[in-house]
């Protein structure tokens, strides 16, 4: 069935392959799980644990220290909590202990980069400064497209998105996620966020321009997946066949239903 609400991830996929659209949206096949949509989900529930601590418990003398052990007793945590998922998913299982060491990195750059803002004569003004909403949803009627931004200042308009990937730039997939974010913000406060960017975890954050060419990029991009995936006849998704088929030791979720088709 078609969808009525369209997400900068459904729209990303149908740019990737029209075919991968149908079987994920219009056939709603289940997605196999991976270690990195596994790994994104536990640290994104990490920062999110973070910032609900009580700063007015962290010493002054000692708060790097202390931040730092704390966010990596939530990654313990919630490493465990995922650990089933984490055993299905990895492959071989000697690499699992790889993945956490990367991910332990990952949260430590991170913790490193706030511990640099924050204000060791003012730590609490300054860490509640710091502090965004976390995975705020946005829907817009007008324009049926949804969206979850993992960190929001609204006060100030900045939209910032986590990724644990190993890319470091902004990719024209981020910048339509980014510019639907935009739109949703521009609708529910009637003006433009002051910046929208990505934390890319590993290497720090990096902005994107936002003006109207930016908003207008992301209603074009709404309104033509509308058009496109109105039906639910599997021909008018076309196969897109390359690299996001098959490469090393990995193939599209829907590779095997998709080369009997
Ligand atoms: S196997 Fe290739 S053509 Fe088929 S859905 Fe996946 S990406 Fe598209």
Same mark, same amino acid.
């Given at each position: 069935?078609?969808?009525?609400?369209?997400?900068?991830?459904?729209?990303?996929?149908?740019?990737?392959?029209?075919?991968?659209?149908?079987?994920?949206?219009?056939?709603?096949?289940?997605? @196999?799980?991976?270690?990195?949509?596994?790994?994104?989900?536990?640290?994104?529930?990490?920062?999110?644990?973070?910032?609900?601590?009580?700063?007015?418990?962290?010493?002054?003398?000692?708060?790097?220290?202390?931040?730092? =052990?704390?966010?990596?007793?939530?990654?313990?945590?919630?490493?465990?909590?995922?650990?089933?998922?984490?055993?299905?998913?990895?492959?071989?299982?000697?690499?699992?202990?790889?993945?956490?060491?990367e991910?332990?990195?990952?949260?430590?750059?991170?913790?490193?980069?706030?511990?640099?803002?924050?204000?060791?004569?003012?730590?609490?003004?300054?860490?509640?400064?710091?502090?965004?909403?976390?995975?705020?949803?946005?829907?817009?009627?007008?324009?049926?497209?949804?969206?979850?931004?993992?960190?929001?200042?609204?006060?100030?308009?900045?939209i910032?998105?986590?990724?644990?990937?190993?890319?470091?730039?902004?990719?024209?997939?981020?910048?339509?996620?980014l510019?639907i974010?935009?739109?949703l913000?521009?609708?529910?406060?009637?003006?433009?966020?002051?910046?929208?960017?990505?934390?890319?975890?590993?290497?720090?954050e990096?902005?994107?321009?936002?003006?109207?060419?930016?908003?207008?990029?992301?209603?074009?991009?709404? @309104?033509?997946?509308?058009?496109?995936?109105?039906?639910?006849?599997?021909?008018?998704?076309?196969?897109?066949?390359?690299?996001?088929? @098959?490469?090393?030791?990995?193939?599209?979720?829907?590779?095997?239903?998709? =080369?009997?088709?």
């Amino acid at each position: 069935m078609p969808r009525e609400y369209q997400s900068a991830s459904s729209i990303n996929t149908y740019r990737q392959c029209p075919r991968r659209y149908y079987y994920q949206y219009i056939k709603n096949l289940p997605l @196999k799980k991976s270690i990195h949509l596994v790994r994104g989900n536990l640290v994104h529930s990490v920062l999110e644990e973070f910032f609900n601590i009580n700063i007015d418990e962290i010493s002054k003398e000692n708060f790097d220290f202390e931040l730092r =052990m704390i966010a990596l007793e939530l990654l313990k945590k919630h490493w465990l909590l995922n650990k089933s998922d984490i055993f299905e998913t990895v492959s071989p299982k000697e690499k699992i202990g790889f993945y956490f060491e990367e991910t332990r990195d990952m949260i430590g750059y991170w913790v490193n980069d706030l511990l640099d803002k924050l204000d060791p004569d003012d730590l609490v003004t300054s860490f509640n400064k710091l502090k965004p909403k976390t995975e705020v949803e946005f829907i817009s009627d007008k324009y049926k497209v949804r969206g979850y931004i993992d960190a929001l200042f609204d006060d100030e308009g900045i939209i910032l998105d986590y990724k644990t990937s190993n890319k470091d730039y902004i990719t024209e997939e981020y910048k339509l996620q980014l510019a639907i974010y935009c739109l949703l913000f521009y609708e529910k406060y009637g003006r433009m966020p002051s910046k929208a960017g990505i934390n890319f975890l590993k290497f720090g954050e990096e902005y994107i321009t936002v003006d109207d060419e930016l908003i207008e990029f992301a209603k074009k991009e709404v @309104k033509k997946i509308h058009e496109m995936t109105k039906s639910d006849n599997v021909k008018e998704y076309p196969k897109c066949e390359g690299p996001l088929c @098959k490469w090393g030791t990995g193939e599209c979720e829907f590779y095997q239903i998709c =080369m009997k088709g």
